[in-house]
């Protein structure tokens, strides 16, 4: 009897030390998943309740995310799982955000786009969606006409904060767009109905139109500069070159001058959007770590 029990013993007793080498072995590589189901399986698998299932897939999600060494480990599935989980719950706005914000700063732009504005037909009501969109496409890929479309999507949702006109404007000035900023500060206005929020659009609306103005009068001093190199000193120099036909009044009622960068400017307020920079000049762009509690970021 003992030798049946020992065989026993020592076959329990290898299989034990097999399981626990195989349990540190996957403790030793980053947490991945073996494959991301599409939504119509998953539907099947959790019979039909497609919150529970989108629900489960989003802790795996959260789980994958959550890697300390995802960056190691890459990132290709974060769009197919977050992908399933919104088709099974289409109102799951977090999930579009994080996994919006993720998806670009670890590079991958093109997906974030994506899983972004699938959020925004899906919640429309969620501003920081669009939001989001428009900064992918000025910080990442330094398209300035896009960003303004999205943001203005953005100031357009429910619930959007005033200061989000402000960015419309930056964006589509950058792009060379002050016209669609006009246009989306016209249609604004029309629709305000409280003193203060139009107070707020006639200012804006000011400046889109002196940066629009200021645009067209900057691309003839470019055209002098390509002549004379240097100059012109003052604006009624363009006038004489047959560069201008007049020179537009100032929409916030002083008069429009030539600063000593060769910019145009307002003498009642003299304040223009920055020029938009080139990749050399912006910042890194933000990368996404994922670290243990209290441990530092690199």
Same mark, same amino acid.
């Given at each position: 009897?003992?030798?049946?029990?020992?065989?026993?013993?020592?076959?329990?007793?290898?299989?034990?030390?097999?399981?626990?080498?195989?349990?540190?072995?996957?403790?030793?590589?980053?947490?991945? *998943?073996?494959? =991301?189901?599409?939504? #119509?399986?998953? %539907?099947?698998?959790?019979? $039909?309740?497609?919150? /529970?299932?989108?629900? @489960?897939?989003? *802790?795996?999600? =959260?789980?994958?995310? #959550?890697?300390? %060494?995802?960056?190691?480990? $890459?990132?290709?599935? /974060?769009?197919?799982? @977050?992908?399933?989980?919104?088709?099974?719950?289409?109102?799951?706005?977090?999930?579009?955000?994080?996994? $919006?914000?993720?998806?670009?700063?670890?590079?991958?732009?093109?997906?974030?786009?994506?899983?972004?504005?699938?959020?925004?037909?899906?919640?429309?009501?969620?501003?920081?969606?669009?939001?989001?969109?428009?900064?992918?496409?000025?910080?990442?890929?330094?398209?300035?006409?896009?960003?303004?479309?999205?943001?203005?999507?953005?100031?357009?949702?429910?619930?959007?904060?005033?200061?989000?006109?402000?960015?419309?404007?930056?964006?589509?000035?950058?792009?060379?767009?002050?016209?669609?900023?006009?246009?989306?500060?016209?249609?604004?206005?029309?629709?305000?109905?409280?003193?203060?929020?139009?107070?707020?659009?006639?200012?804006?609306?000011?400046?889109?139109?002196?940066?629009?103005?200021?645009?067209?009068?900057?691309?003839?001093?470019?055209?002098?500069?390509?002549?004379?190199?240097?100059?012109?000193?003052?604006?009624?120099?363009?006038?004489?070159?047959?560069?201008?036909?007049?020179?537009?009044?100032?929409?916030?009622?002083?008069?429009?001058?030539?600063?000593?960068?060769?910019?145009?400017?307002?003498?009642?307020?003299?304040?223009?959007?920055?020029?938009?920079?080139?990749?050399?000049?912006?910042?890194?762009?933000?990368?996404?770590?994922?670290?243990?509690?209290?441990?530092?970021?690199?």
């Amino acid at each position: 009897m003992l030798a049946p029990r020992l065989a026993i013993f020592l076959a329990l007793a290898a299989a034990t030390a097999l399981a626990a080498s195989r349990l540190h072995v996957e403790q030793d590589r980053p947490y991945d *998943l073996e494959g =991301v189901p599409r939504a #119509g399986p998953l %539907r099947f698998l959790f019979l $039909g309740n497609r919150t /529970l299932a989108a629900d @489960v897939n989003w *802790l795996r999600a =959260v789980q994958y995310i #959550g890697e300390v %060494r995802g960056n190691e480990r $890459g990132w290709d599935k /974060l769009y197919p799982l @977050v992908d399933a989980v919104t088709d099974l719950d289409p109102g799951h706005a977090y999930a579009y955000q994080v996994a $919006g914000a993720i998806l670009s700063s670890v590079g991958r732009v093109e997906e974030s786009n994506r899983i972004l504005e699938k959020g925004v037909r899906a919640v429309p009501e969620r501003y920081i969606l669009p939001y989001h969109r428009a900064f992918n496409a000025f910080y990442y890929q330094g398209d300035w006409k896009e960003a303004g479309r999205w943001a203005e999507v953005a100031a357009r949702s429910p619930g959007a904060p005033p200061h989000l006109r402000q960015n419309v404007i930056a964006y589509y000035v950058k792009g060379k767009r002050a016209d669609a900023a006009i246009a989306f500060l016209e249609q604004a206005l029309a629709e305000a109905r409280d003193p203060d929020t139009r107070k707020a659009l006639e200012s804006q609306l000011r400046q889109a139109r002196l940066e629009l103005d200021a645009s067209r009068l900057e691309d003839a001093i470019a055209t002098w500069r390509a002549r004379y190199v240097v100059g012109p000193l003052a604006l009624g120099q363009l006038l004489h070159e047959g560069l201008l036909r007049s020179i537009p009044p100032d929409p916030h009622g002083g008069e429009l001058y030539l600063d000593d960068e060769g910019r145009v400017r307002s003498t009642e307020n003299p304040f223009r959007f920055a020029r938009p920079e080139s990749p050399s000049e912006m910042q890194p762009a933000p990368r996404f770590y994922p670290a243990a509690k209290g441990a530092p970021r690199p």
